[in-house]
Nanobody, 118 residues
Framework: QVQLVESGGGLVQAGGSLNLSCVVSTRALDGAPMAWFRQAPGKEREFVAGIRRTDPKIYYSDSAKGRFTVSRDSAKNTMYLQMTSLKPEDTAVYYC???????????WGQGTQVTVSS
């Protein structure tokens, strides 16, 4: 069974930085498309950043572009999200997701809370 475990969330002041990690429990899906999503209270879950083998290999939402950086270390089965210049509106539960079949993210982590104070 595939499991994704996020970590690295926390409380940070506006303008600060956080680094999130997502560890995948199996190497069997090495190279599969992965992504970060987030869900703020009372809002729908939204895409933040993704990484895959086909172009564009890395892509971001408009709100993340220029501030967030997604990467992965296949040797460690881990995807990262480096977040800088954080804003209060970035406050949300952040989820990592993995796609084992085209067109859907079918594996999800439990989420990690990010809170940005003003």
């Amino acid at each position: 069974q595939v499991q994704l475990v996020e970590s690295g969330g926390g409380l940070v002041q506006a303008g600060g930085s956080l680094n999130l990690s997502c560890v995948v429990s199996t190497r069997a899906l090495d190279g599969a498309p992965m992504a970060w999503f987030r869900q703020a209270p009372g809002k729908e879950r939204e895409f933040v950043a993704g990484i895959r083998r086909t172009d564009p290999k890395i892509y971001y939402s408009d709100s993340a572009k220029g501030r967030f950086t997604v990467s992965r270390d296949s040797a460690k089965n881990t995807m990262y999200l480096q977040m800088t210049s954080l804003k209060p509106e970035d406050t949300a539960v952040y989820y990592c997701a993995l796609s084992s079949a085209p067109g859907t993210y079918d594996y999800w982590g439990q989420g990690t809370q990010v809170t940005v104070s003003s």
